[in-house]
């Protein structure tokens, strides 16, 4: 019983001194918590909202101070042209216009009702719903109070109308989302266990000793991939299209072109794994850890960026697919060109140039 106990205690010894071993036992789990407790949530906060007010008196001026002051919304622009709704919406950032009409107040007064109208991006079906239902609450909330001050009480009427996903239809926003998602994994995924493979295999001195040079090697072994995910990118628009009815308003020929630009940064990254795992199972390891979650959780995928804490936010900005979901619903959903997704689109082209000039340095390091 003493050598038995010996053992266990000599096993504890090494799961302390093993750092990496700690990090899966205590350091995974924690870091899920707090990441899940952040964002999973159905709150709303920090969007940005604009206000189209052809009135501008003392009421809409309440009605819009109260709705700011929330907490729930921020005021990016006051609208001064009907025509300039949809190129705002198409811009991204704003997700609810709501404009009050002429003479508000007047009408509120003699015909003791006024029509308040909520415009929403619908893009994303479930948050463009939670911000027309908070809103609403804020609206009825001012109307509630100030009808406790009067004798004869009005009404304000909130019509709620969804730009680019009038039916609600979630498969708009999982379609997008589900795209970068298999991409990502698929195309990182089988490029990270492939030079993990060679040094498995044995086969690496055979590359070490062929006129090739690295950057040679590397993009060798990724060009297979990127047709093969081209193919695999091809056939999820087109049951998209064909299945769930997901329309392609703007260019075909921009999103394929944007697809096969984010299948590239995916390889990039999937062989930069594979230059530093020792093994394929560490490759994979890597892949699926590193990329699976972040993906789901902090690509806007699922849960709205602008309701995690200011850390996740800044996180989010390291992560391909929250560009590459921008620009497909940008393309699918709303018909933009490229002149509305240069942004994002070299920000993609930066990462994958990162990842292929670390890959070339790392692979060189290993032929050294």
Known sequence: MKQFIGFVKKEFLHIFRDMRTMLVLFGLPIAQLLIFGFVVTNEIRNIKIAIYDRSKDDITIKISN???????????ENLTNINDIENIFQQGDVKEIIVFGPDFAKKLEKERTANIQLLADASDANTANLIVNYTMA???DYMKKENQLTETPFQIVPEARMYFNEEMRSVYMFVPGTMALILMLVSALMTSVSIA?????GTMEVLLVSPLKPAQIIIGKVIPYVVLSFINAVIIIVLGYYVFNMPVKGSLTLLLAESLLFIS???????FISTIAKSQQVAMFISMFALMMPTILLSGFIFPIENMPVILQWLSHIMPPKYFIIIVKNI?????GFSYVWKETLILIGMMMVFIALSIKKFKIRLD
């Open 66 to 76: 109260k709705i700011i002051s929330s907490g729930y919304f921020l005021l990016h």
């Open 138 to 140: 804020i609206i009825s």
């Open 197 to 201: 493979r060679e040094k498995e295999l």
């Open 265 to 271: 940064l995916a390889l990039s990254l999937g062989i």
């Open 332 to 336: 699918m959903l709303k018909g933009v």
